[in-house]
């Protein structure tokens, strides 16, 4: 099997808990061959945990991407910069697999896109719920099951770091650039203003949400369904943190519930509710390894229900999602989360938002 050399961009929480150890198991796939972030702490600690030359970590994207023993390059920095760390690693005929969201306005999409066409290699969006073994065995028995009544998309979290500090050893630096900190707050509200206009910090938050968190749920229902033919309507409270929204499909209605609290807990689920079978995948934290996702199907079949519960594998979305990216790289092939499929959610993300602004929220 072809060993690709990958250059790791943002050395944060998920790069630590999630990234950097998958890509260290799947040995026989990847050499983690370079690294790139503003804190040289983390450069230190984790170049050496993971083998990197000094030589190969950079504080600057651009000096990763052009290194030339580069295959791919992953982008888990903050979502303000992603767009210029694929465009950059583009220019270089690297890969990218580049986590969600992929930018944050319609101008940047179009620019990657560009970049990839002009360059001869793939993006792939790091969708990784649609790359779990339950979930791709969910769609094809969704597609089996005749008439559709109901969909609910449910994912109410904890805090991320309620977990994460729980089940992992994090690094967090204290040396990141002030100015890099203050370009980063300045970047996001310049984006968020060129994507949404000018809009209060609730609204402005509620859309990084959109983008963030409730964009593996909507992307699923894109995959279950294909697009929806509209917003039907969205409310948002809690400062942009809790979210109900309702989208029209031909048929039936899609019921997205999606927030964040203190809750040390973690219920992300699609249900799709047929005339005599439901279906649901549940999905645990990413944050704990190798929790299995599960598909529960009820069924009525005559006088008799009957319930029963799949897990394909322990294996994780994030393991499978890398897995299926070595495919990308070595045989160049595109791959399912493309960016044309990611400027779907870009756009539903702004009609939520428009319908949030249409109910007076």
Not at 85 to 96: K, M
Not at 275 to 298: E, G, I, N
Not at 319 to 327: D, R, S
Request: proline share 5%; aromatic share 8%.
């Amino acid at each position: 099997m072809r060993r690709v050399n990958v250059g790791v961009i943002g050395l944060g929480e998920a790069a630590q808990v999630i990234h950097l150890p998958i890509l260290a198991r799947l040995a026989d796939r990847y050499r983690i061959a370079a690294l790139c972030d503003v804190s040289p702490t983390l450069l230190a600690v984790l170049g050496d945990r993971y083998g990197v030359d000094p030589s190969a970590r950079h504080a600057d994207f651009r000096d990763l991407v052009a290194q030339p023993d580069l295959d791919a390059v992953v982008v888990v920095n903050s979502d303000e910069y992603h767009a210029d760390c694929v465009i950059a690693a583009l220019g270089h005929g690297r890969h990218v697999l580049v986590e969600k969201p992929m930018c944050l306005t319609p101008a940047e999409a179009e620019a990657i896109i560009a970049a990839r066409d002009a360059s001869g290699v793939q993006v792939m969006v790091a969708y990784m719920r649609r790359f779990a073994p339950a979930f791709t065995e969910a769609v094809d028995e969704v597609r089996r099951m005749g008439r559709i009544n109901y969909v609910r998309l449910r994912d109410i979290i904890g805090r991320n770091r309620l977990i994460v500090d729980q089940a992992n050893d994090v690094h967090r630096p204290g040396d990141v650039p002030r100015e890099a900190a203050e370009d980063r707050a300045a970047r996001a509200g310049r984006l968020v203003r060129e994507a949404i206009g000018e809009a209060p910090p609730d609204v402005a938050g509620l859309y990084r949400f959109l983008l963030g968190l409730s964009s593996h749920d909507v992307s699923a229902m894109r995959e279950m369904f294909g697009p929806p033919r509209r917003v039907l309507s969205a409310t948002h409270w809690n400062g942009g943190k809790f979210l109900v929204a309702v989208f029209e499909y031909d048929g039936f209605r899609a019921l997205l519930e999606t927030g964040v609290d203190e809750q040390l807990r973690f219920d992300a689920h699609i249900e799709v509710y047929g005339a005599t079978k439901s279906l649901r995948v549940q999905y645990d934290t990413p944050y704990v390894w190798q929790l299995p996702t599960t598909v529960v199907v009820q069924e009525t079949v005559g006088d008799a229900f009957t319930q029963s519960v799949s897990r394909p594998t322990f294996k994780d979305p994030y393991t499978a999602e890398l897995e299926y990216f070595h495919g990308v790289v070595t045989e160049n092939r595109v791959p399912k989360t493309t960016p044309e499929d990611f400027t779907t959610d870009l756009s539903l993300a702004r009609a939520i938002i428009d319908a949030v602004r249409l109910a007076g929220d």
